[in-house]
């Protein structure tokens, strides 16, 4: 994108805001922001969020999200599973998370998926078993790849879950939606 994708502006306030203010209402217990290279800038615009969620650094450049994952573990305290959130996809709603969570509970041995009209979204939910294999050096993908029975795709009507900020293009069709919504 040749900016920094978490500052920028989509409504009234950043991308990272967007995320971690729907973390925060699902009341999830333990929130871990991992920052790579840009994090100065980034802690800067996160002002009274900070004491809300822990922060992690990833020093590594140019690595795999199961890179940061692996590093915001080290942090986290116990709990049956780990929802892998992504700063670019800031539109998932409060409820799609807090569903998540709750097919958790009933299921927790299942690393949960959420669909919008059949195509695969985020964030997803691992058992902690299952997610602390990133240690080991396996990637997410490897996971999940890995584990095909223990995969459960939820449906869910939540567009959010697939609309990410790859692009220049992608961004703009965000902060459209967003004026619309």
Request: charged share 25%; net charge negative; with cysteine.
């Amino acid at each position: 994108m040749g900016r920094i994708k978490q500052l920028l502006p989509l409504g009234n306030k950043p991308v990272i805001s967007h995320c971690l203010d729907t973390l925060i209402a699902s009341e999830i217990n333990d929130i871990v922001v991992v920052l790579g290279p840009h994090r100065a800038e980034i802690l800067r615009f996160l002002g009274p969020l900070l004491n809300q969620v822990k922060i992690a650094y990833n020093d590594i450049p140019g690595s795999e999200m199961a890179e940061s994952v692996r590093i915001g573990l080290g942090i986290l305290n116990s709990s049956s599973g780990v929802l892998v959130c992504l700063s670019d996809h800031p539109m998932v709603s409060r409820e799609t998370i807090e569903t998540l969570i709750g097919v958790h509970g009933q299921d927790p041995d299942k690393i949960i998926i959420p669909l919008y009209r059949g195509a695969r979204g985020h964030p997803t939910l691992f058992p902690a078993r299952v997610i602390r294999e990133v240690v080991t050096g396996h990637t997410l993908r490897e996971i999940t790849s890995k584990h095909p029975e223990k995969i459960r795709y939820l449906e869910v009507q939540d567009e959010g879950v697939i609309l990410d900020l790859d692009t220049v293009e992608d961004y703009k069709k965000l902060s459209e939606k967003m004026v619309i919504d």
